[in-house]
Each structure stands twice: as structure tokens, then as C-alpha cells.
């Protein structure tokens, strides 16, 4: 069964970058699957950030196209998230998560890491 | 971007009763909906998909149906493990949207 598992700091300074990683067991990154990260903010909303899809390409949500960056280490079955210039509207709960292709659903979540940005 | 409006933010309900969740998209996402759980400190799970389809190892307690924009998500008899939150997700229009979420308690 694939398993998803984020990993980062839970807080960051305001205008420097987030980064996380989700390091997946179970199953090889560049077997398939696009691979996600999703965020859910205080309060509840949840947002799609962007994926990396098995051969490497991305896509992101346009709301953070100029400040995301979702790159992968294949030999590590890692893929990670870089949110640049960050503010406190960024706080939430960051979650990886995989689906069999762009418009199925996510199959396969991690549990979650919180990053909060606060000075 | 397709917004799914989510309804109720919360309910509470007792043991063996039956309760329903909806969404509401802004427009027509032609069944690309899916609905999941997410139990306290726990990840999400994929219970429904293209809004009927009950994902394997769900119990058959949950279903989901549609009707026109407005799709809805059914709990019968309501077990004491059904209580957190549910949301919907769809996957029609990029880039995908979810709901608001219902947080489920039981009494």
C-alpha cells in the first residue's frame, strides 16, 4: 500500500521560504501516480497547491504560481514543496497526497505536518 | 475556479440515525466529485468517487448521489467511527476545489 509521510519545520519566518518534504513508501514516484501537495488553513478551507506528475512535469494552482516550486529526488522516492515569500496567510496544515491521474481523486494522503508563520 | 459550497458546517447526530451532506457547485462538474473523511489527527480518506462510486474498503453505510450542480453525501445508521470531518472535492475544472467541510459529532 503506498504511504505518504511529510516532513519539515512547523514554523517558518515571514518572507523566507517553506519547504517540506513527502517521502512515499510503497511505491515508486516515477511508476505513476501525480503527486500533490494540498493545504488546509485554520478555519478549514482546503487548497490544491500543485503536483508533480511520475515523469517530472508540475503543475501548480494559480494563485501560487509565482511563488511555488514542487521539485522530486527520485533516488530518494521524495518529492518536496517550496512556497517562497511567505506571510501569515500561509499558516495551515500541509499535506502530500497522490492520485492515479489529473481528475481522479486523491487516493492516498500523508497525515499532515502544521506550519505556522510567525515572527 | 469552481467554487463547492458545503452544507452543514457542522451537525450532530445520534447513533444509528441517518444524516446527509451536501455540495453545491458553481457550476456543472458532471459527476467529478469526490467526498472524504478525515478523522482527529488522522489523514484524509477517500470514501466516494465520481460521486456514487463507493471506494473499496468502505463500508456500505456510505453513498453518494447527485442531482443537477448539487451532489450529496449519506451516513445510514451511524456508527460511533463516523464521527470527524467530511469534505468534497471536484476534479472537473482545474484547478480542483474542495468544500468548506461538515464536522460530524455524534451525541
Known amino acids: 500500500e503506498i504511504q505518504l509521510q511529510e516532513s519539515g519545520p512547523g514554523l517558518v519566518k515571514p518572507s523566507q521560504s517553506l519547504s517540506l518534504t513527502c517521502s512515499v513508501t510503497?511505491?515508486?514516484?516515477?511508476?505513476?501516480?501525480?503527486w500533490s501537495w494540498i493545504r488546509k488553513f485554520p478555519g478549514n478551507k482546503m487548497e490544491w497547491m500543485g503536483y508533480?506528475?511520475?515523469?517530472?512535469?508540475?503543475n501548480y494552482n494559480p494563485s501560487l504560481k509565482s511563488r511555488i516550486s514542487i521539485t522530486r529526488d527520485t533516488s530518494k522516492n521524495q518529492f518536496f514543496l517550496q512556497l517562497n515569500s511567505v506571510t501569515t496567510e500561509d499558516t495551515a496544515t500541509y499535506y502530500c497526497?497522490?492520485?492515479?491521474?489529473?481528475?481522479?481523486?486523491?487516493?492516498?494522503w500523508g497525515q499532515g505536518v502544521m506550519v505556522t508563520v510567525s515572527s | 475556479d469552481i467554487q463547492m459550497t458545503q452544507s452543514p458546517a457542522s451537525l450532530s447526530a445520534s447513533l444509528g440515525e441517518t444524516v446527509s451532506i451536501e455540495c453545491l457547485a458553481s457550476e456543472d462538474i458532471y459527476s467529478n466529485l469526490a467526498w472524504y473523511q478525515q478523522k482527529p489527527g488522522k489523514s484524509p480518506q477517500l470514501l466516494i468517487y465520481y460521486a456514487s462510486s463507493l471506494q473499496d474498503g468502505v463500508p456500505s453505510r456510505f453513498s453518494g448521489s447527485e442531482s443537477g450542480t448539487q451532489y450529496s453525501l449519506e451516513i445510514n445508521s451511524l456508527q460511533p467511527e463516523d464521527e470527524g470531518d467530511y469534505f468534497c472535492q471536484q476534479s472537473y475544472k482545474f484547478p480542483p476545489t474542495f468544500g468548506g467541510g461538515t464536522k460530524l459529532e455524534l451525541k
Open positions: 510503497g511505491y515508486t514516484i516515477t511508476s505513476g501516480y501525480d
Open positions: 508533480i506528475s511520475y515523469s517530472g512535469s508540475t
Open positions: 497526497a497522490s492520485q492515479a491521474d489529473y481528475g481522479y481523486p486523491f487516493d492516498y
